[in-house]
C-alpha cells in the first residue's frame, strides 16, 4: 500500500534551517508530481512548495519563494524540502502528498487518487 513517512522536523531557530524528507513507498514515485503543504493551528491546510515527477519544474507559494527549495531522488523514492531563513510565520505540521499524475498536485486531503503522510512537525524559536 501507498505509504509517505516525513521526517527532519524539529526546533529551528528564527534564521535556522531544517531539512524534511519523505520516505516513499507502494507506487511508482517517479511517475507522480509530489508536493508539500503545511497546517499551523487552529489554520487551514497550506500548500507549499510542488515538484514534477521527472524534478524539472518546482513551484512555490510566494511566501517561501527563495527560502525553500523542493527537490526528489527518483532512485531513492525521496522528496525533500530545504528550509532556510526560517520565520515566526513558518512553523507548522508539515505534510508530503502524491499527486495525481506526472504534473498534477494534490491541493487538499480530499484529493481522489492521491495520498498524505502523517506529517512533521516544524517549530521556529529563539
Known amino acids: 500500500q501507498v505509504q509517505l513517512v516525513e521526517s527532519g522536523g524539529g526546533l529551528a531557530q528564527p534564521g535556522g534551517s531544517l531539512r524534511l524528507s519523505c520516505a516513499a513507498s507502494?507506487?511508482?514515485?517517479?511517475?507522480?508530481?509530489m508536493s508539500w503543504a503545511r497546517q499551523a493551528p487552529g489554520k487551514g491546510l497550506e500548500w507549499v512548495s510542488g515538484?514534477?515527477?521527472?524534478?524539472?519544474?518546482?513551484y512555490y507559494r510566494d511566501s517561501v519563494k527563495g527560502r525553500f527549495t523542493i527537490s526528489r531522488d527518483n532512485a531513492k523514492n525521496t522528496l525533500y524540502l530545504q528550509m532556510n531563513s526560517l520565520k515566526p510565520e513558518d512553523p507548522a505540521v508539515y505534510f508530503c502528498?502524491?499527486?495525481?499524475?506526472?504534473?498534477?498536485?494534490?491541493?487538499?486531503?480530499?484529493?481522489?487518487?492521491?495520498?498524505w503522510g502523517q506529517g512533521t512537525q516544524v517549530t521556529v524559536s529563539s
Open positions: 507502494g507506487f511508482t514515485f517517479s511517475s507522480y508530481a
Open positions: 515538484i514534477y515527477s521527472d524534478g524539472t519544474t518546482t
Open positions: 502528498a502524491k499527486g495525481v499524475g506526472r504534473k498534477n498536485y494534490c491541493f487538499q486531503k480530499e484529493c481522489p487518487g492521491g495520498y
